[in-house]
């Protein structure tokens, strides 16, 4: 029987949660740091706000965001494997003990909050990986407040001929190999290949966003398409 998306995904990230953080330089050459502060810049984080961060995985843009809001504001990561629940805790723990930033187990596709609980909610290579990006992004839209934000950074699809050849080729052969070499996890870095392959490029993303609901979509490319970030504004009602 084939196992369903939710599942597998779940498999592979309970698996390579103890090499994620290394992999990840590897395989991006280290250029996801670069991505992720630029992506920070951006967003412009307030003092004392309210965030939530989906698919936070072993934590990293969750502990940015509570630098960020501080000891005024709070921050949730929910992840729905344990094993990178766990890593990201013990980050916490040994480098940045800060009391504003709590981690939860929860279901990206159904959030435990209310409607209207947060200033910021982001998702960071999360998207690309649950069963289905339109019920994340109208969930995403439920729970941030009105004037909130939305942003999601994301494995994209690079337009420019001959660079989006290498890229997949890249993605396809030499980064699973990178998985059996260093993590020893052909099959799961094999994932990564098919979810980005599958992923919308970053116009259909902003569609996307646009028809959950947000409004003055910002889209920003890095390394030549490699990833996008997807920055949506929910709209306050009117009376
Ligand atoms: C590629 S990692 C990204 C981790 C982190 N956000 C980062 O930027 O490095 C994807 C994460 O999404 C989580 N995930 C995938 N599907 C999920 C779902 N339906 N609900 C909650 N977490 C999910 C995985 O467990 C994994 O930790």
Redo the contacts with the bound molecule.
């Keep these: 029987m084939q196992q369903s998306k ?1 599942a597998r ?2 498999h592979v ?1 309970e698996k390579i ?1 103890n090499n ?1 953080d290394t992999m ?1 330089s590897i395989i991006s050459f280290q250029r ?1 740091k670069a991505w ?1 502060k630029d992506v920070m810049n951006q967003m412009e984080v307030n003092r004392g706000a309210h965030a939530l ?9 969750s502990i940015s965001l509570a630098k960020k809001v501080g000891q005024e504001g709070s921050v949730i990561g ?4 344990e094993n ?1 629940l766990t890593v990201a805790r013990e980050k916490q723990k040994h480098t940045f003990p800060m009391k504003q930033l709590s981690f939860v187990h ?4 159904d959030l435990p909050f209310e409607d209207n609980s947060f200033d910021y909610v982001t ?4 998207l690309r ?3 289905d990006y339109m019920t ?1 992004l109208k969930e995403m839209y439920r729970v941030v407040k009105p004037h909130g934000k939305v942003v999601c ?1 994301e494995t994209s699809q690079p337009t420019m001929f001959g660079f989006r050849q290498a890229y997949y080729f890249y993605f396809r052969f030499i980064m699973p190999f990178f998985g059996r070499l260093f993590a020893r996890s052909y099959k799961e870095y094999a994932w990564l290949h098919e979810s980005a392959k599958g992923f919308p490029g970053k116009k259909q993303l902003k569609q996307m966003f646009e028809h959950a609901g947000f409004s003055h979509v910002q889209v920003k490319s890095y390394t030549g398409g490699v990833a996008a970030m997807h920055m949506g504004y929910k709209q306050a009602t009117k009376q």
């Design positions: 939710e995904v779940h990230f949660s994620y990840n996801h992720r961060d989906v698919c936070c995985g072993t934590g990293d843009w929910l992840d729905f494997s990178m929860g279901n990206a596709m998702i960071g290579f999360g990986n649950v069963p994340v950074l």
